[in-house]
Antibody, heavy 123, light 107 residues
Framework: EVQLLESGGGLVQPGGSLRLSCAAS????????MSWVRQAPGKGLEWVSA????????YYADSVKGRFTISRDNSKNTLYLQMNSLRAEDTAVYYC????????????????WGQGTLVTVSS | SYELTQPPSVSVSPGQTARITCSGD??????AYWYQQKPGQAPVLVIY???ERPSGIPERFSGSSSGTTVTLTISGVQAEDEADYYC??????????FGGGTKLTVL
C-alpha cells in the first residue's frame, strides 16, 4: 500500500525558514517523480514544485522559485522541501504527491497524496 | 502566466449528468488530469491523460478533450460526488498549473 506522510509544518515568522519532509513507502520510490502542492485556507490547489526520480531535474512555480528547494534522498525514501524567506502568502497546507507514471519524464499527474502538513507564516 | 479556466460552480440533481469544463490554450498539446477533493481530505485523481480512469474510480467518471477545452463528465451523479473538482495541466514551457476549481453541488 502506497503511503506518504508529511511532517515539518508549523508556525514560522515572516522571513524565516522551514523544511518539510515526506516519508514514502509501498512503491519503488526512486522510479517516480514527486511533487509538492499547496492549498491556502479556503483556496484552490497550487502546484509548487516537482523532482524527477533520480533527483537530477527539478521544477518550480514562479511564486517560489529562488526561495524553495526540492530534494530527495532515495536511500531513505524521503522527499524534502526547504522553504526560505517565507511570506504570509506561503501559509497553506502542503501536500506531497507521487506522480502516476514511472520513469516517463512526466512530473505532474499525481495518483497518491499525503494528508498534508500545515505551514503558517505569521508574526 | 498560463491559466486554466473552470466554472466556479455546477449544480445537478441526483441521477443526472454533470459536466465540468476546463479551458486553456495549451490543452491541445498537454494532457489534462482531474482531481476530486472533499472537505478536509487530500485530492483524489479521477481522470488522467484527458480520458483515462484510474483503477478504483467508478465508471460514471469520464473525461474528454476537444481543442482548448477538456471536460469531466459524471454520469448518474450521486450524493457522494459532491466535492470540489480541479483540472491540472502544463503550459508549453512545462509550467504546471491547476484550474481554479469547480464546486459540484448535488441538489
Amino acid at each position: 500500500e502506497v503511503q506518504l506522510l508529511e511532517s515539518g509544518g508549523g508556525l514560522v515568522q515572516p522571513g524565516g525558514s522551514l523544511r518539510l519532509s515526506c516519508a514514502a513507502s509501498g512503491f519503488t520510490f526512486s522510479s517516480y517523480a514527486m511533487s509538492w502542492v499547496r492549498q491556502a485556507p479556503g483556496k484552490g490547489l497550487e502546484w509548487v514544485s516537482a523532482i524527477s526520480g533520480s533527483g537530477g531535474s527539478t521544477y518550480y512555480a514562479d511564486s517560489v522559485k529562488g526561495r524553495f528547494t526540492i530534494s530527495r534522498d532515495n536511500s531513505k525514501n524521503t522527499l524534502y522541501l526547504q522553504m526560505n524567506s517565507l511570506r504570509a502568502e506561503d501559509t497553506a497546507v502542503y501536500y506531497c504527491a507521487k506522480v502516476l507514471t514511472p520513469n516517463s519524464g512526466s512530473y505532474y499527474g499525481d495518483d497518491y497524496w499525503g494528508q498534508g502538513t500545515l505551514v503558517t507564516v505569521s508574526s | 502566466s498560463y491559466e486554466l479556466t473552470q466554472p466556479p460552480s455546477v449544480s445537478v440533481s441526483p441521477g443526472q449528468t454533470a459536466r465540468i469544463t476546463c479551458s486553456g490554450d495549451a490543452l491541445p498539446k498537454q494532457y489534462a488530469y482531474w482531481y476530486q477533493q472533499k472537505p478536509g481530505q487530500a485530492p483524489v485523481l479521477v481522470i488522467y491523460k484527458d480520458s483515462e480512469r484510474p483503477s478504483g474510480i467508478p465508471e460514471r467518471f469520464s473525461g474528454s478533450s476537444s481543442g482548448t477545452t477538456v471536460t469531466l463528465t459524471i454520469s448518474g451523479v450521486q450524493a457522494e460526488d459532491e466535492a470540489d473538482y480541479y483540472c491540472q495541466s502544463a503550459d508549453s514551457s512545462g509550467l504546471v498549473v491547476f484550474g481554479g476549481g469547480t464546486k459540484l453541488t448535488v441538489l
